[in-house]
């Protein structure tokens, strides 16, 4: 035990006594491995950067959204639509489910669509309605048709007070609310509206996660069994067909992002495979001696695999806390991609991909270490 810990410290002695003598060659590591890695860094955050921006652009947009128009084949009936609880345990959402009951007209003769929802879903909807539930005209700030507050609207020419409410910002229901629209609840319905049959029922989902296109076709699929199960017939609005498209360009570029890491790695791979064996052959007698003094070649294979490790990681860590500090600069006058900062959880993935490429090349630059290590001792000292 005592003598494989005095191998140890002297390889260790004689690692550090290389880098002083030659001080070229661990600086020339460092420097590649920093320059490559921060060049990495800035191509893959660019990438990162652009698939968030237009992850948020389309959840802006709605894209996390289906809009089904659904009517029953028996004008008697509307079609049943499985509770809030159901379709969120099912496909990890939210929904809100209408039944259209046609116009209404406002005091400033505009029209309105009108809306009831089930009392089962009071919960979900009271946020939005008037203080006890009672008839709330939704409209978003952008257009408004009332000013917010108490209002009335003309149900078959009789006037019918409501709470003018604005949306809140990027609600879902600005998919439907766009030019205002009257809610109320199915309980409350005022006379007027209880004697009109519509089976139409407008069912929103938004996912709670927007990953790919899966997210949205699954939901889709959802509503289609829905469909058959119930008879019905209808339109789904989505953007499936869309998220589709985009998932197969991120994946052409997931292919670009590992062949550019690879790239790396084979530059950084046969530097440290050329640096590690002229060192070696520079010092083979003496480790030659040491193995016919019953060193086994293994250790000495470690010790610059060691040696390779330490200085791959203090390169890399200090690649990734120079772009995590200037990302700023490097985003907004380099990359020219706006005002837009990546947190560590971001490039974490980049990072984990860059890291993995890295260990590969110190592990590939012991491959000569090893096969001159188990050399014959006789071939070497002769």
Avoid at 26 to 45: D, M, Q
Avoid at 150 to 174: A, C, E, S, T, Y
Avoid at 187 to 201: F, G, I, S
Avoid at 322 to 333: A, E, P, S
Wanted: glycine letters at 6%; charged letters at 15%; a positive charge.
């Amino acid at each position: 035990m005592i003598s494989l810990i005095l191998t140890i410290l002297y390889l260790a002695k004689d690692t550090v006594h290389r880098w002083f003598t030659r001080i070229s060659s661990p600086i020339a590591r460092v420097l590649v491995v920093y320059f490559l890695t921060l060049s990495a860094l800035a191509a893959l955050g660019s990438y990162v950067i652009t698939l968030n921006l237009v992850r948020h652009e389309l959840i802006t947009r709605g894209a996390d959204t289906v809009v089904a128009s659904i009517s029953s084949q028996n004008n008697d009936r509307s079609v049943f639509i499985p509770s809030y609880e159901d379709i969120g345990r099912a496909l990890d959402a939210e929904s809100y489910v209408f039944r259209m009951l046609g116009l209404v007209s406002l005091s400033n003769g505009q029209s309105v669509q009108v809306y009831s929802f089930d009392f089962s879903r009071i919960r979900q909807m009271a946020p939005l309605l008037a203080p006890g539930g009672g008839p709330t005209l939704l409209q978003t700030e952008d257009n408004q048709v009332l000013p917010p507050g108490p209002g009335d609207v003309v149900i078959d020419k009789v006037r019918v007070p409501v709470m003018v409410r604005n949306l809140p910002q990027n609600h879902v229901l600005h998919r439907i609310v766009r030019s205002g629209a009257l809610v109320v609840n199915q309980e409350q319905l005022p006379e007027q509206m209880k004697a009109r049959k519509n089976n139409l029922t407008t069912l929103l989902i938004r996912v709670r996660s927007l990953d790919s296109s899966e997210s949205i076709l699954r939901v889709e699929r959802y509503i289609e069994m829905l469909k058959r199960y119930e008879k019905a017939y209808g339109s789904i609005v989505s953007a499936g067909s869309i998220l589709s498209r985009m998932d197969d360009v991120l994946s052409k570029q997931v292919q670009c992002r590992v062949a550019f890491c690879l790239g790396i790695s084979a530059i950084v791979g046969i530097l440290l495979t050329a640096l590690a064996g002229m060192e070696y052959r520079q010092n083979e007698y003496i480790y030659t001696l040491m193995k016919s003094f019953g060193i086994h070649p293994l250790l000495l294979v470690g010790s610059f695999i060691v040696e390779n490790m330490v200085i791959v990681a203090a390169s890399f860590a200090a690649a990734i806390g120079t772009f995590m500090y200037f990302q700023d600069m490097i985003v907004t006058q380099i990359l020219r991609l706006g005002n837009y900062s990546l947190t560590f959880n971001d490039i974490l993935p980049e990072i984990y991909l860059i890291s993995y490429t890295l260990l590969g090349c110190v592990f590939v630059s012991s491959i000569p270490i090893s096969v001159a290590a188990h050399r014959e001792i006789g071939r070497v000292l002769k």
